[in-house]
Every structure is written in structure tokens, then in C-alpha cells.
């Protein structure tokens, strides 16, 4: 479980782990395939995501997760395996960068 932390001025969200209260950001890096991690939060520019709305082909709402530095999107690291990564990638659309609030 995360929670969102919102930041007005440009509409992004600090995502922190509820457990460990550290943030999902990039750790400084910037390139593709680089991952996503949790660290100490510290209000860095890595730190800051923006939820944007899709719908794929079948009607689902989903979001794409776009870290505002460097740009990329939060995108799982392999398709269909277990226990792949979650890393940035560039945003291009396709179905590993989608992600779906689900209940619990």
C-alpha cells in the first residue's frame, strides 16, 4: 500500500510506501530501463509522479505513470514475468506502462 502525497503547483504526487514511508523515484538516473526504487523521501524533482488517464482496447481504465524528471513512465520491466522490476522507460503507450488501481 502507497499513499499519495499531492503537490498543487503542477499537479504531481509523491508516491511513499505506507510500510517503509520511503518514496518510489528513479535514484538519479535517468535512462531507459533504469528502476524504480524506494528511497529516503527528500523532495527530489525524481520523486515526483503524474497519474494520466487511458483506456485500452477493451474498455478499461487504466493510468501511465510519468515520473516529471526525467519524463518517463513507470513500466513493468518484462510483459508477463514474476518478480520482473518495475523501471522508467520512455512514455510510448504500450500496455507495460499501463497500471490499474485494484481493490483490495
Excluded at 22 to 44: L, S
Excluded at 46 to 69: A, K, L, M
Excluded at 71 to 77: E, I, P, R, S
Aim: aromatic share 10%; with cysteine.
Amino acid at each position: 500500500m502507497f499513499s499519495l502525497k499531492p503537490r498543487a503547483a503542477d499537479h504531481s504526487v509523491y508516491l511513499r510506501n505506507s510500510y517503509s514511508a520511503r518514496c518510489a523515484g528513479g535514484g538519479g538516473k535517468t535512462g531507459n530501463g533504469a528502476p524504480v526504487i524506494q528511497w529516503g523521501c527528500n523532495n527530489a524533482r525524481d520523486e515526483r509522479w503524474v497519474f494520466e488517464e487511458t483506456t485500452d482496447s477493451n474498455g478499461r481504465t487504466g493510468y501511465f505513470v510519468r515520473n516529471t524528471y526525467p519524463g518517463t513512465c513507470m513500466a513493468a520491466a518484462s510483459h508477463l514475468d514474476d518478480g520482473a522490476g518495475v523501471i522508467q522507460y520512455a512514455c510510448n503507450g504500450t500496455p507495460d506502462e499501463s497500471w490499474e488501481q485494484m481493490p483490495r
